[in-house]
């Protein structure tokens, strides 16, 4: 009886805690928040890249490896975006 109740009396002081956030969160969440707009602005830029390679070859009649740029650099920025998502349902 005596163990069942520290039993229920720990369970109870530990049982639902509340989220807290870390003393320093703020600092890495700007730091994340500076990588997630370096990376969509890499991602911008790898897309006006391979576009305008891609009027290139066109217009001199080259090989066309650039669509290849633009399917790369549009399925990186799909997994760039939603990697906050993925995490969330691997770990959550």
Avoid at 21 to 47: C, E, H, M, N
Avoid at 81 to 90: H, K, L, R
């Amino acid at each position: 009886m005596i163990l069942l109740a520290v039993h229920d009396t720990l369970l109870a002081q530990i049982g639902n805690p509340s989220p807290e956030a870390p003393p320093v969160s703020d600092k890495f969440l700007q730091l994340v928040r500076y990588f997630t707009w370096f990376v969509l602005l890499a991602g911008i830029t790898a897309i006006i890249y391979a576009g305008g390679k891609f009027a290139w070859e066109k217009w001199t009649g080259g090989g066309l490896d650039s669509p290849k740029m633009v399917a790369g650099a549009m399925i990186g920025g799909v997994v760039a975006t939603s990697a906050g998502t993925i995490m969330n349902a691997v770990i959550g």
